[in-house]
């Protein structure tokens, strides 16, 4: 989370968030996918309806900051 959190609107694949996140260079994709899903569960006001861990199709993954309110 702290990787997106830190790269707002840049969308990243699996392979790069793998790379990046975890170092490997070798791996499972839908590993990210699973991590993403448990974020969206802990972050997100409903999963199924993401506003701030976005899937961009054909790409990956993506954070979209939340709108300012007041």
Do not use: C, N
């Amino acid at each position: 989370m702290a990787f997106l959190l830190r790269r707002p609107g840049h969308a990243f694949t699996r392979v790069e968030l793998l790379e990046q996140v975890w170092g490997w260079t070798y791996g499972d994709p839908s590993t990210v996918t699973v991590h993403i899903r448990r974020l969206r569960e802990k972050v997100e006001d409903d999963p199924t309806a993401p506003r701030l861990l976005v899937t961009v199709w054909g790409v990956g993954y993506r954070y979209d900051a939340a709108p300012a309110t007041g």
